[in-house]
């Protein structure tokens, strides 16, 4: 079995930074996803590490560490519309997911 | 492209009652997954199809059953309804990174 870990909530003002950390325990791994999940709605794409290392996507950036079993996602210059929650997602075999509970960012003016 | 798009949107069940849950994909995917969430949780996985034909139990299984006769499409069945099954159904496709449905939000009373 797997245990992922993800703080619950962080609070972030607009234009800030925040790191999302996700560590975890596995039995199997090919790969690490974050995804995006707007209130009502359903999860969204935004990065796949397999790799130890960092993946940069515009303002978005993702770092994995397979020996130390952790993850972050980094969000800069945070906008409102990123108020949402960040599912940090460990893919085992045939592709499948399991998720940690998720993060919800809270952006202030 | 519609992606991957999930009926009915809402439904209401009494205790007892069954249902089948739609999933239709048009990206020729092969791989097929069923997820449920509870609110402020992750998603776990109830099933999964790796192609036509082939279908395995995933961390949630009780309760439920799914088919895959083609591979568009990947229904899931709810045998005698239970509060417990009250969630929000999420399918997704993927050959790596999973595209996910809108969801059915269904409550059981």
């Known amino acids: 079995g797997q245990n992922i870990d993800q703080p619950t909530e962080m609070t972030a003002t607009e234009g800030a930074i925040v790191q999302i950390n996700c560590t975890y325990q596995?039995?199997?791994?090919?790969?690490l996803f974050w995804y995006q999940q707007h209130a009502g709605e359903a999860p969204t794409f935004l990065s796949y590490n397999v790799l130890d290392g960092l993946e940069e996507k515009g303002r978005f950036s993702s770092f994995l560490s397979r020996s130390k079993g952790y993850s972050y996602l980094l969000l800069k210059e945070l906008q409102m519309k990123d108020s949402a929650s960040y599912l940090c997602a460990v893919s085992g075999s045939w592709g499948k997911l399991q998720f940690g509970a998720g993060t919800q960012v809270v952006v202030t003016p | 492209n519609a992606g991957v798009t999930q009926t009915p949107k809402f439904r209401i069940l009494k205790i007892g009652q069954s249902m089948t849950l739609q999933c239709t994909q048009d990206m020729n995917h092969n791989y097929m997954y069923w997820y449920r969430q509870d609110p402020g949780m992750g998603l776990k996985l109830i099933y999964y199809s790796v192609g036509a034909g082939i279908t395995d139990k995933g961390e949630v299984p009780n309760g439920y059953n799914v088919s895959r006769s083609t591979t568009e499409d990947f229904p899931l069945r709810l045998e005698l309804a239970a509060p417990s099954q009250t969630s929000v159904y999420f399918c997704?496709?993927?050959?790596?990174?999973?595209?996910f449905g809108p969801g059915t939000r269904l409550t059981v009373t």
């Open positions: 997704a496709s993927g050959p790596n990174e999973q595209y």
């Open positions: 596995t039995s199997g791994f090919n790969g």
